[in-house]
């Protein structure tokens, strides 16, 4: 086992009493979360219960009302976060938009681990074509592709199976096991019902962990 693997399966997530208050509304409160090394952790709820809200807490983009979380043992640069929204630039095509974000990782680009990256997300054949063109399908395969090019251990995704057929469905769940596979957390926010599994499952309606 590489020690990058061994780091990974030492993470964890411990949070307590997350509360969020938006203006005078109350989006959630008294919420608890644990999350260890190869968990997937479901988040359910009616759209403005407060799920993208959480996910970027979890990023640490905001800070919680109340409440305290705490990442152990989890590297540098060790979250994705990928919203419901592609933002992608028109004129980007999968491939640019792919080999921008390696780039603005630090890492080396790599042309044929670009070209391997798109044909296993499904783009291999539109991965020069720009953004303005794409389904809203193939915005978020592209999206998927950056999950791949960057390894990192923690993985917060906002509705990551919508604009999806079958097929882009079933990618998501198996990128979603081997992530956990290899050590990696997966905390995903869903309306969406799959043939996955989670480990936990957090209602935002009534916030409480309910093992699976």
Not at 49 to 75: C, F, H, Q, V, Y
Not at 152 to 171: M, T
Not at 196 to 208: F, G, N, S
């Amino acid at each position: 086992m590489s020690e990058a693997m061994t780091d990974w399966r030492k993470i964890s997530l411990r949070a307590e009493g997350l509360a969020s208050l938006r203006g005078f509304r109350l989006l959630f409160r008294d919420l608890d979360l644990d999350a260890a090394s190869g968990s997937f952790t479901a988040l359910r709820g009616p759209n403005g219960s407060g799920k993208t809200t959480l996910l970027r807490i979890l990023a640490g983009l905001m800070r919680p009302s109340m409440g305290e979380l705490r990442w152990d043992n989890t590297p540098d640069e060790a979250i994705h976060l990928i919203g419901h929204a592609s933002a992608l630039k028109p004129f980007e095509t999968p491939r640019s938009a792919t080999d921008a974000f390696i780039r603005l990782t630090g890492l080396k680009r790599k042309p044929a681990l670009t070209d391997a990256l798109l044909d296993r997300v499904g783009l291999g054949r539109p991965a020069d074509v720009p953004v303005r063109f794409l389904s809203a399908g193939q915005k978020k395969r592209t999206l998927l592709a950056r999950l791949l090019a960057v390894p990192r251990p923690v993985w917060l995704l906002d509705e990551p199976f919508a604009n999806l057929d079958a097929a882009g469905r079933e990618l998501v769940e198996r990128l979603i096991s081997e992530q956990c596979a290899k050590g990696g957390i997966v905390i995903a926010a869903s309306h969406d019902e799959t043939g996955l599994a989670p480990h936990t499952t957090i209602d935002l309606a009534e916030p409480r962990s309910v093992a699976a």
